[in-house]
């Protein structure tokens, strides 16, 4: 006889941006395991470590189950009354004495999309400010802005089953299999079945080992790189010249451009020798179909943005878009920053990347909150640290993010928290930015709610409660519901998830022809999902592009902000491991992920480690301009010799303590991936 109490809630992964489908088997409200989902589209049946791990994420023992207030250094519990009504009290001195743009929110890329979108709403309608902002700011922030301008849309072009349609696979700045593991095993098997791979990175990844064809460059060169590449197209007629005539514009502008970077200049910049740069460019503009993935070994420079477009230029004239197995395909690295940014948890855009201060936006937005939308520009996540310490920015909630431990300069990002009146942090475990709030509030984890998340491919799919919330914790949307009645605002008071959505689908033109019952076929549907697309759109760009004609942009190559030199001699770039996510929060609970990995560690290449004299394990301290961290060397050859990288999770050796925090112009993208440092062997007792 089946036991009643044991059930399997088919749900989504909350780790990266794959989005694979798991089932969480419950027994007695209580998460006992994990299951994958054979009849997945995108995961068919498989998952990764991190995936089969995530149960542990949900382990009650160091939950936070009620609210907490600080006084005298400590936290004590408190009812959800006392501490509403001291962040009202807060929140409303604030914005009397210094007005709204005091005030600000940061939003969660590991939240749903109905958390997301209340967060937008609430920063808007309730504290009358666009200062709303995500962890997007620091991973894909330059795909949106560059692909808004080049297509009209800053999203994955085609879908994660085009990986199979291609003829060439270009992995470009990313590493899938440690970080989007499900889908780089289907590059792998996709390579197995007879397409080439080309990889562009500097360091030698999985991928680049295994591939027909690795460019190695040096850090930072990746516009020297890609305006070679089209250089030595257009010096050999290998561009599409019908798609150029017939969906292009600014052809001559980017010819212009790129004569500046003839084969021998490039090899020079980028270290690339000019035969591989001659193979890389015949590869990428003769196969019949190339699919272009790129992450942030492309986004997280101060060169972010022209990164992007540059990657955009050599897909448009080659014409490697708009048709099934080619595309440009930026692999978000959360669960749901997608639908974070979809949902315009962004300081410039509404839901949907409606313009927030464009005068018809602000009519529509405005008649279906019934508020005021507010005319001034808002500040980005990092925009509103440094205004904190510049003491013009008093008050904040933070969802489930930990900026502390993965924002750049560790030490700024303290000193900016630490100023603020009123600092709010709603999560699920006491992680390092909760420490310094005034006033945490629990929420519910992925497994305890319902709500929608929207993976790389733009698919929108149903995220289910399995188990109750522990404690008094609540969901996102519930607790701005609530603060925003107390503060004066009705408009937030949703029955439920599904309200949520059924109105955030109704202002959000991509999701509009969306429903909780519609998500349920065919596991999601990919957005645009609207009229003229009722079951969703796999392949974006076809025909035409969003924009209309596709824009080339000329960009030139710029050095990182900081560059090695005889103070700080190595470059120091920051990786992700396939054992953990973020900032290690959810996964360092799972005992079978934290044996895999010591905690921290400082990857060197044997040259440079023979030059100080670093065997593996030696206890060293790296310093930056910003700061210092002792962890212990790994010796590898997969870096190139002159640069060294170390992981973001472990808060024990935080790499955000060096981490420059110069910015791509743009988009305020701070430059995670280059920075100077010097290493010393650390003596040991
Ligand atoms: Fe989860 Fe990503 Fe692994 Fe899939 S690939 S199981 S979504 S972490």
Known sequence: MSNPSKKVINTICPYCG??????????????????????????????????????????????IKTPLIKENGHFRPASWSEAYQLIVDSFQAIKQEHGPNALGLIACARATNEDCYAAQKFARTVLGTHNIDHCARICHSPSVAGLRQTLGSGAMTNSIDDIEKADLLVIFGCDPTENHSVLGGRM???????????VVDPRKTRLAKLADLHLQLNLGTNIALINGLINIIFSNGWEDKTFIEERCENIDALRKKVAGYPPKRVAEITGVPVDQLHAAAKMYSQSERTFLAYGMGITQYTSGTN???????????????????????????????????????????????????????????????????????????????????????????????????????????????????????????????????????????????????????????????????????????????????????DGMQWPNAEAVFDELAQLTPLYQGMSYDKLELDNGLQWPCNDATPDGTKLLHSGQFSRGKGRLIPVDHTDPAEMPDSDYPLYLTTTRLHYHYGCGSMTRKSPLLERETPSGVLFIHPDDARKLSIQAGTLLRISSRRGEVETRAVVTDDLPPGTVAMPYHFKEAPSNLLTNTAQDPVTKMPELKACAVKIEVVTEQ
Request: one cysteine or more; hydrophobic letters at 40%; aromatic letters at 4%.
């Open 18 to 63: 794959v989005g694979c489908g798991i089932g969480l088997q419950v027994s007695d409200g209580t998460v006992t395991g994990v299951e994958p989902l054979p009849q997945h589209p995108v995961s068919q049946g498989m998952l990764c470590v991190k995936g089969w791990s995530s149960a542990f994420a949900l382990d009650p023992y160091d939950r």
């Open 307 to 489: 990164n992007v477009i540059a990657i955009s230029n050599l897909t448009l004239v080659t014409g490697q878009i708009g048709r099934e197995g080619t595309g440009i395909n930026p692999l978000r690295g959360q669960n749901n920053v997608q639908g974070a940014c979809d949902m315009g948890a962004l300081p410039n855009v509404f839901p949907g990347y409606q313009e927030a201060l464009d005068a018809t936006s602000q009519e529509k937005f405005g008649t279906a909150w019934k508020c005021e939308i507010p005319q001034q520009k808002g500040l980005t996540s990092l925009g509103m640290t440094s205004e904190a310490l510049n003491g013009r920015f008093q008050g904040m909630i933070i969802m489930g993010e930990d900026p502390v431990v993965t924002d750049p300069d560790q030490n700024h990002v303290l000193r900016a928290l630490e100023a603020l009146d009123m600092l709010v942090v709603v999560e699920l475990v006491m992680t390092e930015t909760a420490k310094v709030a005034d006033v945490i509030l629990p929420a519910a984890a992925f497994a305890e709610k319902d709500g929608t998340f929207t993976n790389c491919e733009r698919r929108v799919q149903r995220v289910r409660a399995a188990i109750p919330p522990p404690g008094d914790a609540k969901t996102d949307w519930q607790i701005l519901g609530e603060l925003a009645k107390l503060l004066g605002y």
């Open 188 to 198: 792998i098997q996709a390579q197995q079945a007879g397409t080439k791979l080309l």
